[in-house]
C-alpha cells in the first residue's frame, strides 16, 4: 500500500509537494486544537450546576464547584475582583477582559486551517495546468509518444484529486473545531455574566 502511495505521489509532480505540506499542516493543527479544548473547555454540566447553586442562593457552594473545575468558563467565575473594591464598572471590565482574552485563544490557528482549506484546491488546479503542459507538450514533439502524455494527465488527475481530499477533509475539521469553539464561546460568555450577577448580588447583601 505504501509503495502504490509512493507511486501516486511521483506520477503527481512536483505540486504533490505543497499539497503534503498542506496535509501535514491540516492535521497537525487539529490535533493541537483538539488536545486544547480538551484541556481549556470546562463540562458541559459545570454551567448547569453553577446556576442551579446561584439561583437556590448558595453562592459559596457555586465559588467552592468553579474553583474544583477546571476549564475558562470556570475560571472566568474565579476572577472577581475582592468583594470590597465595589466598583461595578471595573467587576465588569475585568471579567469581560479576560473572557475575551480566553475566546480569542479559542479560535487562535483555525484562520490557517482555513486558509489550507482554500489554498489545496488552488494548488490542486495548478497541478492540473502543468500536467496538461506536459501532455501538450509531449504531443507537439511526437504524436507516438504516449508515455509522455499519460504522464502529464496522470500528474493533472492526480493533483486535482489529492487537492480535493485535503480541502474536503480541512472542511470537516474546521467545521468541528469552529463548532467546539462556538459552544465554548457562548459558555464563557454565559459564565461571565453569571459571575457578575452573582457579585453583584453579594454586594447588594452586604
Known amino acids: 500500500m505504501f509503495s502504490s502511495v509512493l507511486t501516486w505521489f511521483i506520477k503527481g509532480g512536483p505540486c504533490m509537494w505543497p499539497l503534503l505540506l498542506c496535509s501535514v499542516l491540516s492535521i497537525s493543527i487539529a490535533l493541537e486544537r483538539a488536545m486544547y479544548y480538551r484541556k481549556v473547555i470546562s463540562p458541559s454540566a459545570f454551567l ?6 446561584l ?3 448558595r453562592g459559596e457552594e457555586a465559588a467552592s464547584l468553579a474553583g474544583k473545575t477546571s476549564g475558562f468558563a470556570a475560571e472566568v467565575t474565579r476572577s472577581l475582583p475582592e468583594a ?6 471595573m467587576v465588569e471590565t475585568v471579567v469581560y477582559a479576560q473572557a475575551d482574552r480566553f475566546i480569542r485563544s479559542l479560535y487562535a490557528h483555525l ?3 482555513s486558509l489550507i482549506i482554500g489554498l489545496s484546491p ?3 488546479l495548478l497541478g492540473t495546468v502543468t500536467g496538461m503542459m506536459g501532455a501538450f507538450g509531449a504531443m ?3 504524436l507516438g509518444n504516449t508515455v509522455g502524455i499519460t504522464a ?3 500528474e493533472a488527475l492526480i493533483t486535482t484529486v489529492f487537492g480535493l481530499i485535503i480541502a474536503i477533509a480541512g472542511m470537516c475539521l474546521y467545521a468541528w473545531l469552529n ?5 465554548a464561546e457562548n459558555d464563557i460568555n454565559q459564565a461571565a455574566e453569571l459571575a457578575i450577577a452573582a457579585w453583584n448580588r453579594g454586594r447588594d447583601a452586604a
Open 48 to 53: 448547569e450546576k453553577y446556576t442551579a447553586l
Open 140 to 142: 507537439g514533439e511526437n
Open 179 to 183: 463548532g467546539r469553539a462556538q459552544q
Open 122 to 124: 488552488m494548488l490542486g
Open 111 to 113: 484562520n490557517f486551517l
Open 152 to 154: 502529464g494527465l496522470a
Open 55 to 57: 439561583n437556590q442562593g
Open 84 to 89: 470590597e473594591l465595589a466598583d461595578k464598572d
